[in-house]
C-alpha cells in the first residue's frame, strides 16, 4: 500500500499539472493581490505551520483565477515540508511530560487534516495524547492532574475498546489519588500530634503553656527542620489557660484539626492555605 510519502508526492504533482494547465487561463496578479501576498507571507508564523497553510490555502482559493495563485501553491509546498519536523517534535514533548506545549503544536496541525501530519495529529489528540499524559501523572505522583487527564480522555468520542481502556485508566487514578489523599491525611494527624506533644513537654518542663503559639516558634525549629510539621499550613485561633490549650492546625489542602491537650478532632474545611 503507497505510504504518506507517495500519496505526497502523486498530490504535489497532480497539484503541479493542474497549476501548469491552468496558468493560461488565470490573469495576470494585480498590484494589489501582489501587496497582499506579501503581507500574508510576512505574518506567517513559522511556530504555527498549520495555521500558516491553512491561511495559505485560503488566499490562493480567493484568488484561483489569478496568476497569483501558482506563487502561493508554491510558498504552501514550503510551509508543508514544515508540518513533519513539527509533528515528531510534539510527540517529543509529550513524552518528555510537556502536555502544554505539546498539545498547542498538536492542535495547529490538526487544523490541516487533509494532510498527513493533521491526520495524525487529530488522530493523537483524540485519544493517545490524554492517555499518554494521564499515564505519565500517575508515575510522576501528580494523582489530581492524572484523574483530570483520565475524565478528559472519558469526554472524547472512542469506540468500545478505547472506552473500555479509558476507564481503567480512569479507575487506576481514582485508587491512586484515593491513596495520595489518605497519605496526605496521615502526615496532617501525626504533624497535629507532633505539636500537641510539643505543647504537653514545653508545659512540663516551664509550668504553663506557651503564650503564643505559631510555626515560626523558635522552640520548634527543631522539629520543623526534620520535616515533622511539613503538613502543617498554619496554626489559627491559639489560646492557653494555666493547664489547658487548644488552636486549630490547617493542612496545606485546607484540611483542619482542632487541638486541645485532650486530643484531637476535625474542624469543617476552610479555604486553602497558599
Not at 504555527?48 to 501558482?70: T, V
Not at 484540611?255 to 476535625?266: C, K, P, W, Y
Request: proline letters at 4%.
Amino acid at each position: 500500500m503507497p505510504g504518506d510519502g507517495h500519496r505526497r508526492l502523486v498530490s504535489c504533482l497532480l497539484a503541479c499539472a493542474l497549476a501548469a494547465g491552468a496558468c493560461e487561463a488565470r490573469r495576470s496578479a494585480t498590484p494589489e493581490e501582489r501587496t497582499s501576498q506579501a503581507a500574508l507571507n510576512a505574518s506567517l508564523e513559522q511556530e504555527r505551520p498549520g495555521l500558516s497553510l491553512l491561511r495559505l490555502q485560503d488566499f490562493a482559493r480567493r484568488h484561483a483565477d489569478s496568476s497569483i495563485a501558482a506563487d502561493t501553491e508554491q510558498e504552501m509546498q514550503r510551509w508543508r515540508d514544515l508540518l513533519r519536523p513539527a509533528y515528531l517534535r510534539a510527540r517529543d514533548l509529550a513524552r518528555r511530560g510537556e502536555f502544554d506545549e505539546a498539545q498547542a503544536v498538536l492542535s495547529d496541525l490538526a487544523l490541516v487534516p487533509e494532510e498527513p501530519e493533521g491526520r495524525l495529529a487529530r488522530e493523537f489528540l483524540a485519544f493517545e495524547f490524554h492517555k499518554l499524559k494521564a499515564s505519565r501523572l500517575l508515575v510522576t505522583g501528580d494523582t489530581a492532574g492524572a484523574g483530570q487527564a483520565a475524565r478528559a480522555l472519558l469526554a472524547q468520542p472512542l469506540g468500545d475498546q478505547e472506552m473500555h481502556a479509558a476507564q481503567q485508566l480512569a479507575d487506576v487514578a481514582a485508587l491512586a489519588e484515593l491513596g495520595a489523599r489518605m497519605t496526605r491525611t496521615s502526615a496532617f494527624q501525626s504533624a497535629a500530634r507532633t505539636l500537641q506533644v510539643f505543647l504537653h513537654g514545653f508545659y512540663a518542663d516551664n509550668g504553663a503553656y506557651p503564650e503564643r503559639l505559631s510555626l515560626d516558634l523558635p522552640e520548634l525549629s527543631q522539629m520543623r527542620d526534620a520535616g515533622a510539621l511539613r503538613a502543617i499550613a498554619a496554626i489559627e485561633s491559639y489560646a492557653a489557660t494555666t493547664d489547658t490549650f487548644s488552636l486549630i492546625v490547617v493542612g496545606h489542602g485546607g484540611e483542619r484539626l482542632r487541638l486541645t491537650q485532650t486530643g484531637l478532632g476535625e474542624v469543617e474545611p476552610g479555604p486553602a492555605v497558599p
